[in-house]
């Protein structure tokens, strides 16, 4: 029996998929959940160009279809196929092994990405527990993405290089021009992507440890700690998010800078929420604004995280007293009691310092951030846009040079993610 046999057994949604024996040098797995994908061949293109790397790797696409577009199944998913299989025919001097799987969604009536993505890293579980290879590395990836040359590669060295590591967020840009799209599409996808840098570097600014991008086409993880962590869950929506928080909860887990994973900026309803549903919603002109949360709350979060390590060493009566001292909205969000009560939890399950901040930050982890930000943009703050909030975090920082344009200050943004690593700021600014 493999190391996820028995996982496997009471966990996969499907038995075994793909007939075919592993080379047992496999070490990485990419796996690809496609729902009517017309441009299906253009990502395995990019990955054809990409530099081998030095062990054998395999692409997994699971064609699937989403429980509300029934309809829709036969003619683009048959499409799928016919692409799939004519590629593999041309390309027969590729360096990865091509699978693709159709996925019985019939039975279930709640099927979504979460479940697509879940039976593609299920399956490389599978054939890496075929092999005994625990460390093999499974690695998410979208079908209307591109990634760089260096991607294997990048990724292989992160991973076989780095023994320590175990999970990570993949660095990633989305398109800004070309003749795919049309200017507000790109003016669009710029202000979401500013949205989502400011707002992991705003958790840092606050303090927050454990902060990175949440996005299902551009992770990564050994198959052993997938299984460890219970594997994707079956969410139809923001499965990486959920998924993400458990890797980075457990340890081991890092920024890949080394290689680029390009995201579409197509417009999709595929899901409710993420890049295309916002892109849609900006694109239809009843959204023209891309509004993001105000600094004020993360300058909240900020005094509260600063106070971890005088909180370790304080009594009960000091804890309460101190609840006295935090800003307004955090009072807001929760009681002097609960306060009292949880730091009390969390000080007689610690022996130390940073034991408390561990578990205090397993506490108010990122799924409580999002609530509190949700509470105090609801009376207290008001969110304004993404551009400004970017624009004010800069200066912080001290890395303002006044930008005037949403991609200039996009470029800052990726500038500072891919040389500090998400580990430090321009200046100790407060």
Not at 126 to 154: H, M, Q, W
Not at 173 to 185: A, N, R, T
Not at 340 to 365: D, H, L
């Amino acid at each position: 029996m493999g190391f996820a046999s028995a996982w496997l057994d009471e966990r996969a949604l499907f038995p075994e998929l793909i007939n075919e024996a592993p080379d047992r040098n496999t070490g990485i797995i990419i796996a690809v959940p496609a729902f009517d994908e017309p441009g299906i061949t253009e990502l395995l293109d990019s990955l054809y160009q990409c530099n081998a790397p030095r062990c054998k790797t395999e692409v997994i696409i699971v064609i699937n279809t989403p429980a509300d577009k029934e309809v829709e199944k036969s003619k683009g998913n048959d499409d799928s196929e016919i692409k799939i299989e004519s590629w593999k025919r041309q390309h027969k001097d590729c360096f990865f092994r091509l699978f693709y799987v159709t996925a019985d969604t019939a039975r279930f009536s709640k099927w979504g990405v979460g479940m697509a993505r879940k039976t593609g890293m299920d399956e490389a579980v599978r054939r890496f527990s075929n092999i005994g290879n625990p460390e093999g590395v499974i690695v998410c990836l979208d079908a209307d993405c591109r990634v760089d040359k260096n991607y294997f590669t990048a990724i292989f060295e992160e991973f076989y290089i780095k023994k320590d590591r175990k999970a990570c967020s993949i660095y990633f840009e989305h398109p800004l021009e070309g003749d795919d799209y049309s200017e507000s599409v790109f003016r669009y996808i710029s202000l979401y992507e500013l949205h989502l840098r400011y707002y992991l570097r705003a958790h840092i600014y606050a303090g927050y440890p454990d902060a990175y991008h949440t996005v299902g086409s551009s992770m990564a993880v050994r198959a052993l700690q997938y299984v460890r962590e219970g594997g994707m869950n079956r969410k139809q929506a923001g499965e990486d998010f959920y998924f993400i928080q458990k890797l980075v909860g457990a340890g081991g887990y890092f920024s890949l800078t080394a290689t680029t994973v390009f995201p579409s900026p197509r417009i999709s309803s595929r899901v409710p929420f993420g890049t295309g549903a916002s892109i849609g919603k900006l694109t239809s002109g009843n959204e023209p604004v891309l509004l993001s949360y105000n600094i004020k709350a993360f300058e909240e979060l900020r005094k509260l995280f600063s106070l971890t390590k005088q909180l370790y060493q304080l009594n009960e009566n000091e804890v309460a007293s101190l609840y006295g001292t935090l800003p307004e909205g955090l009072r807001s969000f929760m009681d002097a009691d609960d306060w009292s009560a949880r730091i009390s939890e969390i000080s007689n399950n610690t022996s130390s310092q940073e034991a408390f901040s561990k578990r205090f930050f397993g506490w108010f982890n990122l799924f409580r951030i999002v609530k509190y930000l949700n509470h105090v943009h609801n009376g207290f703050f008001e969110k304004i846009p993404v551009e400004k909030s970017a624009s004010e975090l800069l200066a912080i920082m001290g890395c303002n040079n006044n930008p005037k344009e949403v991609r200039e200050l996009l470029e800052i943004y990726r500038s500072l993610e891919k040389s500090d690593g998400l580990l430090s700021f321009c200046s100790d600014a407060d």
